[in-house]
């Protein structure tokens, strides 16, 4: 890896870059800053059987408490692990010292004592959420084809139109929900939705981002080399089976709704007349109202 004062960068990602740059004959895209079509180099697929085969070394559970901590981008702290052997104890430090020297986390500073840690990049970030989507598909049997999944992401890219992706989200709730050991709630509903918006290439899929002294929790943003007619702000709200009266209904709808007014006077979307906001509540694993502010 390389870096600079502020980022980490992969070496080969780089020179990928650099080669598409050169072999697209424009290099002026060096001097404007500006990315060529292609970003991601199709060998990269290669780490996502490295990264399946590393969550399920020695203790997969306690591995895969890991991984949804970094999905649900839970700060990561570990003591970083000098030496380490398969045949001992391997714990979190170790697990998450793994995935440091690997080059799937990265030094984000420091915490009484203990390393900070945080994905590099994006590219891995789809790797981590890809990895995911396969580990909920296979745990909770629910039939849901990823290119339904592209093609309820492109109906809101192109269309603006949110009900095919509500419709994905619930298939995969309704297979959770039928578990007794999971207790579906808001952060349950936006790490589906982040999970299935990351299989999508329309959007850079970001969650939880500090916007105008709020927290929006998906935002479907511009991705270089792609331009879609809308992107997306979502606010979930949730309500238990037996708290989803409509009174209580209304007031998660109201309060979501004002956590997108704020987003108006944000200087990140001020000026996107093609930026839509969505609030949507959802009760048990149905989602029973969506609009659009």
Known sequence: MLANQNSIYFKYVLLYYLSQIISSGNVSLLKDRRSPDNLLDSSIASDYSKLGTMFALKNKSSNYEVLQEIVEGKEQTAFITAQYSLENKFDKDDFKSLLFYMGYLTIDGFYRGEVKLKVPNYVVKELYFSYFETLLKEEYKYDLDVSNIRSALASLAYDGDITELITCIEKVLCGMSNRDSIKLDEKYIKTICFTLCMLSKCYVVESENEVNKGYSDIQLLKRPGIDVDYYTIIEFKYLSK????????????????????????????????????????????????NEEL
């Open 242 to 289: 037996a708290d989803g009266t409509e009174e209580n209904i209304t007031r998660k709808m109201a309060e979501a709704k004002g956590q997108l007014a704020r987003y108006n006077d944000s200087p990140k979307f001020m000026g996107m007349d093609n930026l839509k906001k969505w609030a949507v509540v959802f009760v048990g694993d149905a989602c029973v109202r």
